[in-house]
Structure formats: C-alpha cells, structure tokens
C-alpha cells in the first residue's frame, strides 16, 4: 500500500510542476517608451552668473543623477532626479522623444522654511525647478576609459535662488568601466 500511495503523491507532485511551467504570454521583452534617455549618469556642474561660466564654484566634482521611465510608461514625460547630489530636486520633465530633447517649467520640488534675520522661521514657500535645453546625445561622451558612450546636457534654475544663476549640468552615461 505504502508503494501506491507514494507512487500517487509523486505522479501528483511531478504534474503540478510541469502544470506551473506554462507560458503567460508570448509578448517578448522589451523597453521603456523613453528608454534611449533613461539611465544612471555622471554628470558635473557649471555655474552660470549672468552669462559667465564659473565653472565647477561649488567644487561638487562628479556625483549621480537619474532620468527613468513614468509608471504609465508615458512617451512623452520622464523623471529626473539628482538624487539629493545636488539640489535634491525629483520631478517630471516634458520629453521630445524623437529629438532626445526635455523641459520643464516651474515644476514643484519641495518647501522650505522662511527665516527672518534672527534664524526664526516665519512661513514656509514653495521651491520649483526649471530645465531648459535639456537633451540627450547619443554617443556624445566618452567613459574613463575612452569609449563612446550617451551624454546628457540641460540648463536649470530653482525659484528660490538668484534668477540671474542658471546651474548648467553636463555629463556621461554611466556604463560601470
């Protein structure tokens, strides 16, 4: 008896795996609507003052910075992020996907407290960013090790600096060599 019983359970057990390896879908793999101006990129900061390059004033070198897909995989909007590298800005950016070009108008990116001279806060106001001249070039850079690879280039402004500073970041796709 023993020997049907576990000849049952193993006849069970083998039919219900080779059951649970059926194929949901036949779509194949595929990308993003933006995928050729997503990625993970190193990029630095020129600061721009009423037209003159200052180039990296705030001696912040190389950091890390995203661009990434929307959930509704949108083909006409992405994110951008600085990661908190920078300014920590994180918003939706307007995306030209056939000229690899992007742009936003004062979209929201945090609230900050108001100080008076004292260091009191007496209100808060909101922060918001705009890029222009955003775009991505393919293979336009080159990585540390002298191979081809995306760069990414835009102009940004944040309401709550001086109108007349405009931060222009530059940069490579991070390839990992």
């Known amino acids: 008896m023993?020997?049907?019983i576990s000849f049952f359970v193993?006849?069970?057990?083998?039919s219900l795996g080779l059951a649970s390896c059926s194929t949901e879908t036949n779509e194949p793999a595929g990308g993003t609507a933006v995928e050729d101006m997503c990625g993970h990129w190193v990029?630095?900061?020129?600061?721009?003052?009423?037209?003159?390059?200052?180039?990296?004033?705030?001696g912040l070198g190389e950091w890390s910075m995203l661009t990434y897909n929307t959930a509704n995989n949108d083909k006409d909007v992405m994110w951008i992020t600085d990661q908190g590298n920078f300014w920590d800005y994180t918003g939706k950016v307007q995306v030209d996907?056939?000229?690899?070009?992007?742009?936003?108008?004062?979209?929201?990116?945090?609230t900050y407290d108001v100080k008076d001279?004292?260091?009191?806060?007496?209100?808060?106001?909101?922060a918001f960013m705009t890029i222009t001249n955003g775009k991505v070039i393919k293979n336009g850079g080159v990585n540390v090790n002298g191979k081809p690879t995306d760069a990414i280039e835009y102009d940004?402004?944040?309401?709550?600096?001086?109108?007349?500073?405009v931060y222009h970041i530059h940069g490579v796709?991070?390839?990992g060599f």
Request: aromatic share 14%.
């Open 2 to 4: 023993k020997k049907y």
């Open 10 to 14: 193993t006849a069970l057990v083998l």
């Open 43 to 58: 990029v630095t900061c020129d600061v721009v003052v009423d037209g003159e390059n200052l180039g990296d004033y705030y």
């Open 97 to 110: 996907y056939n000229a690899k070009t992007f742009s936003c108008k004062d979209v929201y990116i945090y």
């Open 117 to 126: 001279e004292e260091d009191n806060v007496i209100g808060q106001e909101d």
């Open 156 to 165: 940004i402004q944040f309401s709550d600096d001086d109108p007349s500073v």
């Open 173 to 175: 796709r991070y390839t």
